[in-house]
């Protein structure tokens, strides 16, 4: 039996120093063109070069990406399998105590990319100048202003949640399929505003078909510096910004786990990635997995705060 033992210690050690030996599937829980899907096609096109192996994007959309989440904490633990998951999994697992998995147990974070502020966008021809303004038309008729999400118990609908909270108004909440949906009916004057996901919110907000209110970190956004945070336009303790990372199934070895998540970091910092990342209008977050697991732990109960506050309905 002991020889037995060591020899499959033998086998499996032999398997992960050859990793990546065959193509690589990374699960999307978002739609092609959202925010998340954007990134994580960069991050595949980047980790295929450097491991020299096929990384292919499969898109598993729907349920605020949970059915992706699902599927990924119960695959083979190989590294074969890996998750892109937003922070809408952390906002998921504060808010949905009846999800066929749970992430904080069912999966490993490995490494963040990116955590990146959402823009508030109107309509360009909208009465509303500043978030001031937005508050303002907001409550004059409480109730009937709307704001869309990319679906229910996204990021952004938690941003929004958190916003009318804040700004003490009435909002109806629009969920579409995916991000680009929402501006477009955020550019045709149907939606009142959105808190849009930066790759695809900033280059409409650039173009002038939109016109962008704030962001939601505390501090402004590097890529488009000129626009003032929410936190300055008198909501000072506003803050929402969405993270996005890699995620294994649990089962995969503590060893594997770290190696993975090495060389994902080293991928973050080739200056090809960071190039590629800046195009895609996010902020490149370089953290270590246990920065990762920190950050995401933490999150969860932020939101779980949130969602109490709130009396939101997830489910």
């Known amino acids: 039996m002991r020889l037995f033992a060591l020899a499959l210690a033998l086998i499996s050690g032999i398997a992960q120093a ?15 063109g959202s925010s998340t899907d954007i990134v994580g096609r960069v991050m595949a096109d980047r980790l295929s070069t450097y491991w020299k192996q096929g990384v292919y994007v499969e898109t598993k959309a729907g349920a605020a990406g949970n059915l992706a989440a699902d599927a ?50 109107v309509a360009s021809e909208s009465k509303a100048k500043n978030v001031q303004d937005l508050i303002a038309l907001a409550k004059a008729e409480p109730g009937k202003i709307a704001f869309a999400s990319s679906g229910v118990g996204n990021s952004d609908h938690l941003c929004g ?50 016109r962008a209110l704030g962001v939601t970190s505390k501090t402004r956004f590097a890529g488009y510096p000129e626009l003032p945070a929410i ?24 060893d594997l786990s770290a190696r993975i998540a090495k060389d994902i970091q080293a991928v973050m910092a080739l200056p090809e990635t960071k190039e590629k990342l800046a195009g895609a209008s996010v902020a490149i977050w370089e953290g270590t997995q246990a920065d990762f697991r920190r950050a995401f732990l933490a999150d969860i109960e932020k939101w779980r705060g949130v969602v109490k506050k709130t009396g939101l309905k997830l489910e």
């Open 18 to 32: 050859q990793y990546p030996a065959k193509p690589v599937r990374v699960v999307i829980g978002y739609a092609a």
């Open 72 to 121: 990924v904490a119960k695959s083979t633990g190989d590294g074969y399998t890996l998750l892109f998951a937003q922070n809408g999994l952390a906002i998921s697992a504060a808010a949905l105590p009846n999800l066929p998995y749970r992430a904080e147990t069912d999966l490993v974070p490995l490494a963040p990319v990116a955590a990146t502020p959402h823009i508030l966008i």
């Open 161 to 210: 949640e958190l916003f009318n909270l804040m700004a003490g108004i009435q909002a109806i909440h629009v969920p579409y399929k995916g991000g680009a949906p929402a501006a477009v009916d955020v550019m045709g004057g149907r939606i009142g505003y959105y808190f849009a996901g930066m790759p695809v919110g900033l280059p409409l907000a650039k173009s002038g078909k939109v």
């Open 231 to 254: 936190a300055e336009q008198g909501l000072p303790q506003y803050e929402a910004t969405l993270w996005q990372g890699f995620f294994a199934p649990a089962s995969l070895s503590a």
